[in-house]
């Protein structure tokens, strides 16, 4: 539908909406201010930061006589002339989008038809006057990243690529690797030839103390850890200090995929952070063609406090992609991202500002921890909740205080975004980008640190999810382990014999683990139940007495660092749970499987982990309580 | 704490490890051994000389800390031990002086200590023995010093360093994993303590939460945690040790019981078995006795007491190890309890002032008290050391107080006999071997200069070695009917005999000790096949 010059000439929207009581003049002015001071347009100011909901702007529209165009205006031509004038953050500020010349008049999709500013630029630039048509903000918004975006999202998938190849995973195997791995193969399996028991024996011994000297030092560093638990990186009553009129802008970027049912959950988590709504820049990142998620915050009825950015359809279509495209659009001084299912601490965002603000300029990123909201609603929730307690409130700060790098979690990282810029964003080949980052930031000179503060996801409860999720993660490990370990002398001289042991014990040893734990599990069970003399042959009582050794003190220090972090976020029901390690454990094994299969035959392929699943209430969580 | 402060602490340590040394080397040199050291001196030449599996040796060897403990030092085995405690002992002030100059800035707390580690003859004794006591004290220490700790800052690092040490305690004295029984109350009150309550009372706080479902649930809850997170690890890497024991000894406490295995199964029947002599001349250790006792020996306990007596969890800490040695009357009914489980006390008491320095500092009076106690505790030493139970202690104290050895104490006697028979097979011709059963016979193995010539049981030619003896060996050293400790060994007056009955063997007298009798082996008629 289209309008003629004298109606936008009319009554402006602003107008009408007062008039129809969805805003107040006091809004008005606020978001008049708000703009003057952002030069962000009125109907974004509208519309993605809580002031009137979609539904009811469309309510309004339609009682003052305008008619919206449906989906089907996502499929009206174009001229690609008329689009290559166009900027498309210019267009995105306005929800509006010139798209061809017809009748000697541009035809322009506005979400706000009277917007004279966005007209006024329509008429300059094309020296004729708009046809408007009304149309949707989210199918304009859609429109302009689909029509606009590609030279944003081809740089968003190639910018790392060409500006530090080395440090891509793009190529998961170099030709270099590929020789070593291949001759060393080769070379055991000579040797196994060659003399069958004493090759046996001694790559048995090799594993076993591997697996020895990697649960020990875990043990270290959850003990190294627990001892600064009580340690408050950022106290109350320094955020309490916090004056909110000198707080930044905050990027918080929302990446998600087909997760319509948690659209409403998003928004009351958002809109419980304690930090003034006008300095958020909430980026929710929706792909092209998941329209799902697009028609749920279509339907809101209630006002959505994020811009919705849409991510057109490149390959691999990966989380990573998605932020890097975000990143383009990001205004914030500071960025960090969450899943659409987490309940942050309230205080999270001043707290890492504040911390920021007392470390040294090189520390770039600030690491939040994660825990589960739902973690008491079946085994592998209860599971899941056990192993993050221990890598989040010991692992890490066990890392942070060595100085050793950090692999990051999936969420809740907060970055300088000048700085993260600077590091090339994330690595879109890699589906554990997250931890590929933190060594990134790391062999770059910057720093990572720990913050007192959780937030709160959702435990993947279902196995087959569990395992989907998992596998992605291990393949992750393994495509970071490989792309920093292309030139090893490199990594130590970049971060050192302390980071480069640190890597190789928490990148490369966590698959390595999972792969071979079955394999000695089964030997285990095969000596036990059958005896057979061949595994008494490359198991002499020596070796044996280090097997068992092993088999005991690493399984039982394995649980017992697990105990003691549930101990410390006092979930004392979970503390038995601790002991089925060994058996969760088998489900890590058949996930790394997964994952190697897949970092063969299809290295950039994102394991889409289904969330919402969990039928617990998400207010259990005591998001305000923090460490 | 500051670095000049640990400086001197390292200065001080080391002097008195110089000490300690001198004094141990020399008590040494007078001829005071002991069967503890004499066992581990064994086992350690086993490990680094010895031929054949000598596996079950390095990992079954129990307590295996202690055993681990000489092993930096066995550049000269009959050393080693004494070098040990006495380094050990040394070490154990430094970690006390650590944790004191963390606590506290009063210069008097360090005073104390030093006139302690320099003068209390229950710690001269653990100095210079050779025994392992040192070690079991570092480690009840600092289970108990970061339990004390736990109280104060509720880290979750407190309470685990103090499971893993007390997995260390374990595996220096496995009598210590009773202690698990008496921290039940203990948990209890940390877990009631915790629950958030108006109400201050420990009683009524125990009432409310009994009667309150939810309150109720916690309560059990967190109990059961922190029972979990001190205990889980002793208690599993026992059942572990347990395991190893089983696969490679076919005996679940083959660390306990086997004489292979511990010095302790002689030493029970050898010193610390009560016997009805004894119960004539000495006051026996008995039950609620031990605790008198116990409180004459250390008087800093009643102190101790007294200055935590406003916090029930630390009164009930300060108690655990009382309950213990109660306990272990009752549990070993027939055996002593030795220096260890007094001078656990000395550092108990000292870690309870401690933790209270904020008072004892502000009053003279409380400074007067530990004086006065810490004298009459190093009167209360010479006299338990002097009259103790344990011939190894006395005979320590008397070699210790006289300025030539006294033969004639009974133990000392003992222990010339092993010299004399190691003696023996040391002048013994170079190639010769001689079969020995070391479950009783160690102190004349650890004596032995070259371990080639013994054919001991950890290697796998013993048990023919015993069948047909002349095929394996020249000599059996063999224990005579009169020996105490006879009945652990194959080797006694009956092989000889079935040996001579059944083999066409002829064992000839070579050599003959109150408890020893080495054969030469002979065969009766060379020419039969």
């Known amino acids: ?17 007062i008039n129809d009581q969805f805003i107040t003049r006091s809004n008005l002015d606020e978001i008049n201010d708000f703009s003057q001071r952002s030069e962000l347009s009125f109907i974004k100011i509208a519309l993605t930061f809580g002031y009137i909901s979609r539904k009811n702007y469309e309510r309004s529209l339609i009682n003052a006589g305008y008619t919206f165009a449906d989906t089907t205006v996502r499929d009206e031509a174009f001229d690609e002339a008329v689009l290559n004038k166009l900027d498309l953050k210019y267009v995105c500020n306005f929800f509006a989008l010139p798209l061809r010349i017809e009748n000697n008049q541009v035809v322009t999709l506005m979400a706000d038809p009277t917007d004279q500013e966005f007209i006024n630029f329509v008429r300059e630039t094309y020296k004729m006057e708009p046809r408007i048509i009304l149309a949707s903000d989210l199918d304009i918004c859609w429109l302009s990243h689909k029509l606009l975006g590609e030279n944003y999202v081809k740089s968003a998938v190639f910018a790392l690529r060409q500006s530090d190849p080395a440090n891509s995973a793009s190529t998961t195997f170099t030709t270099q690797q590929l020789v070593f791995l291949f001759a060393g193969f080769a070379l055991t399996v000579f040797f196994l030839f060659y003399n069958f028991i004493p090759v046996s024996i ?4 090799v594993v076993s103390s591997f697996f020895l000297i990697s649960i020990v030092f875990k043990l270290f560093l959850a003990l190294l850890g627990s001892r600064f638990e009580m340690h408050q990186a950022v106290t109350r009553e320094e955020v309490r200090n916090v004056v909110d009129d000198d707080l930044p802008i905050y990027t918080i970027q929302l990446p998600v995929y087909k997760e319509d049912k948690l659209i409403k959950k998003l928004i009351w988590n958002l809109q419980s952070l304690d930090y003034p709504r006008e300095k958020l820049d909430i980026k929710l990142l929706i792909e092209e063609d998941d329209s799902k998620t697009l028609n749920a915050v279509k339907d809101l009825n209630f006002p959505a406090i994020f811009d919705v950015v849409i991510v057109p359809f490149h390959m691999p279509k990966t989380k990573p992609k998605a932020c890097n495209y975000g990143l383009y659009f990001s205004r914030g001084k500071y960025l960090t991202i969450y899943d659409a299912e987490d309940i942050p601490d309230t205080d999270q965002l001043k707290k890492v500002i504040t911390l920021f603000e007392k470390l040294p300029a090189h520390y770039i990123c600030i690491q939040c921890a994660l825990n589960y909201f739902n973690r008491n609603e079946n085994f592998l929730t209860r599971m899941f909740t056990l192993e993050y307690s221990y890598w989040f409130d010991y692992m890490l700060p066990g ?6 790098p950090i692999p990051l979690g999936g969420t809740s990282n907060h970055f300088k975004l000048d ?13 554990t980008e997250d931890a590929d980052l933190g060594l990134r930031a790391y062999s770059k000179g910057y720093k990572v640190s720990i913050v007192n503060s959780t937030t709160y996801e959702e435990a993947n409860n279902e196995p087959f999810n569990w395992i989907r999720q998992r596998s992605r993660w291990i393949k992750g490990y393994m495509q970071t382990y490989l792309v920093h370990m292309r030139n ?27 792969l071979i734990y079955p394999v000695l599990l089964f030997i285990f069970f095969t000596y036990v139940v059958f005896d057979f003399s061949f595994i008494s042959a490359i198991f002499p009582n020596w070796v044996l007495f280090i097997s068992i050794f092993n088999l005991l003190i690493g399984n039982v220090l394995m649980v017992y660092i697990n105990m003691m972090a549930v101990f410390k976020r006092r979930f004392y029901e979970l503390i038995l749970f601790s002991l089925a390690n060994p058996v969760y454990w088998i489900l890590h094994s058949i996930s790394a499987y997964k994952g190697l299969y897949q970092l063969i035959v299809n290295p950039f392929f994102w394991e889409k982990t289904n969330h919402g699943l969990s039928k617990t209430s998400q207010t259990n969580a005591n998001p305000t309580t923090t460490l | 704490m500051k670095k000049n402060d640990l400086t001197y602490l390292i200065f001080l340590s080391v002097i008195l ?5 001198v004094l141990g080397l020399n008590i040494h040199s007078k001829g005071y051994y002991n069967h503890e050291s004499l066992f581990y001196i064994e086992k350690a030449r086993i490990v680094f000389q010895g031929m054949g599996n000598r596996l079950k040796v390095i990992g079954l060897t129990a307590p295996i800390l202690p055993f681990y403990g000489i092993m930096p030092f066995i550049f000269n085995y009959s050393l080693a031990p004494y070098i040990a405690s006495a380094i050990g002992t040394a070490v154990l002030f430094l970690i006390i002086g650590i944790c004191t100059l963390k606590t506290t800035k009063d210069p008097f707390y360090m005073l104390v200590l030093l006139a302690l580690f320099i003068f209390h003859p229950g710690i001269i004794y653990m100095a210079g023995c050779g025994k392992s006591i040192y070690i079991i004290i570092i480690f009840f220490f600092l289970f108990f010093y970061n339990t004390f700790r736990f109280y104060y800052s509720n880290t979750t690092f407190h309470i685990s360093i103090s499971s893993i040490l007390l997995v260390a305690l374990v595996f220096c004295d496995y009598r ?7 921290f039940v109350p203990l948990v209890i009150s940390i877990s009631l303590q915790s629950l958030n309550l108006a109400e201050k009372q420990s009683i009524f706080r125990l009432f409310l939460s009994f009667n309150n479902p939810s309150l109720r649930r916690k309560l059990v809850n967190k109990t059961f945690a922190v029972y979990i997170i001190i205990f889980i690890l002793p208690l599993i890497a026992i059942l572990c040790y347990k395991i190893l024991n089983q696969t490679h000894a076919n005996d679940f406490n083959y660390f306990l019981d086997n004489p292979y295995a511990t010095w302790n199964v002689l030493v029970n029947k050898l010193e610390s078995t009560v016997t009805p002599s004894t119960d004539n001349y000495k006051l026996p250790e008995v039950s609620f006795l031990t605790s008198v006792r116990v409180i004459i020996y250390c008087p800093l306990l009643v102190l101790g007491g007294f200055l935590l007596r406003h916090n029930i969890q630390h009164l009930l800490t300060l108690l655990i190890p009382l309950a213990l040695v109660e306990f272990l009357k009752i549990e070993y009914p027939d055996n002593f309890l030795s220096q260890q489980y007094y001078l656990i006390f000395i550092f108990m008491s000292f870690m309870a002032v401690l933790f209270k320095s904020n008072i004892v500092s502000q009053s003279n009076i409380y400074k007067y008290a530990i004086g006065a106690c810490i004298v009459v505790e190093l009167v209360t030493g010479y006299s338990y050391l002097n009259n103790s139970f344990f011939e190894s202690e006395k005979n320590f104290y008397a070699i210790a107080t006289q300025p030539k050895p006294d033969n004639g104490l009974e133990n000392q006697s003992r222990y010339d006999e092993y010299i004399d028979v190691a003696a023996f097979i040391n002048s013994m011709p170079r190639n010769s071997r001689i079969l020995v059963d070391d479950a009783n016979a160690y102190p004349i193995a650890a004596f032995v200069k070259n371990m080639q ?4 049981p950890y290697q796998n030619i013993f048990l023919s070695a015993i069948e047909n003896p002349s095929t394996y060996v020249d000599y059996i050293l063999v224990a005579s009917n009169s020996n105490k400790v006879g009945g652990y060994t194959q080797l006694n007056e009956k092989y000889k005999a079935i040996m001579q009955s059944k083999n066409n063997i002829m064992m000839d007298r070579n050599y003959e000790s109150d408890n020893w009798i080495i054969y030469k082996l002979r065969e009766k008629n060379p020419g039969r096949n």
């Open chain 2, 17 to 21: 490890a110089v000490y300690y040394l």
């Open chain 1, 202 to 205: 001694v790559l048995n011994v």
């Open chain 1, 1 to 17: 539908m289209s309008f003629n010059n004298t109606m936008y000439e009319t009554l402006p929207v602003c107008e009408i909406l």
């Open chain 2, 453 to 456: 010539k013994l054919t001991l």
């Open chain 1, 488 to 514: 090893p002398i490199k990594l130590i001289k970049k971060v050192g014999i302390k980071g480069f042991l640190g890597f190789n014990f928490f990148i490369g040893a966590t698959p390595l683990t999972f």
């Open chain 1, 419 to 431: 700085k993260l810029i600077e590091l090339g964003g994330w690595d879109p080949f890699n589906v």
């Open chain 1, 399 to 404: 890392l942070d205080t060595l100085d050793i």
């Open chain 2, 176 to 182: 210590f994993i009773w202690m698990t029984l008496f």
